[in-house]
């Protein structure tokens, strides 16, 4: 937990936004096995934007305003980022990567991709995590996050962090945690926002 003297010093009203990226430019529901899953884990991960995929109108409304943008180091949610706030400038860094997957080794098994992602997020949890970062290695990752961006915000106005959908809900949950009041729900789709405003009562 940050030092109390952070979060004391944060004006009311203040806000973080996260935001998920937008449609990776692959296949998004292909049919495979375990192999194939850990062939998609890398190709998603490489995938950049694809450029149909762009952010709703009242989205860049929303952040049209700012003037500096935080993402991750991946392609697709860097290049969401430019695509939602051209004007800004894009600060990457890993630290807001998303949490890993590795594919289990269920042989036989044929499932589409989001079934597997899904498999093997429970099994993350309960400890697969073969060569790849651990749930509690990627919390504390996800502390420092909130940490970086409620930085940001010490002297008012509003952050924007353009990244990915679980990493985004384990922030989150961070921010809970500090007394930030949230608006909206972390979703599995494209573009999803979810805003976090520090009101203390």
């Known amino acids: 937990m940050p030092d109390p003297r ?16 937008g449609r990776p430019h692959l296949p998004l529901r292909p049919r495979t ?8 884990i890398d190709a998603y991960e490489a995938a950049g934007l694809d450029p149909e995929s762009l952010p709703p109108r009242e989205l860049s409304d929303l952040v ?8 991750s180091d991946r392609p697709r949610s860097h290049q ?17 990567a998303e949490a ?12 589409r991709v989001p079934k597997w ?10 400890g697969y995590h073969p060569e790849i970062e651990d749930y509690r290695k990627a919390k504390h990752r996800a502390a420092q996050a909130a940490d970086n961006l409620m930085t940001k915000i010490r002297d ?6 353009v990244a990915h959908g ?3 809900a384990m922030i989150g949950r961070q921010l809970r945690q500090r007394g930030f009041a949230r608006t909206g729900a972390h979703r599995v789709r494209y573009w999803n926002a979810v805003i976090y405003e520090w009101n203390p009562s």
């Open 6 to 21: 952070q979060l004391h010093s944060i004006p009311k009203g203040a806000r973080i936004i996260l935001v998920r990226h």
């Open 33 to 40: 096995g375990h192999r194939g899953f850990a062939d998609y």
């Open 64 to 71: 049209k305003e700012l003037d500096h943008v935080f993402t």
């Open 80 to 96: 969401s980022a430019r695509a939602l706030a051209p004007h800004a400038t894009l600060q990457a860094d890993p630290l807001f």
């Open 100 to 111: 890993p997957l590795a594919a289990p080794r269920i042989p036989l098994l044929r499932m």
């Open 117 to 126: 992602a899904v498999v093997a997020r429970v099994l993350w949890h309960a």
């Open 156 to 161: 008012g106005g509003t952050a924007v962090l």
């Open 166 to 168: 679980y990493f985004n």
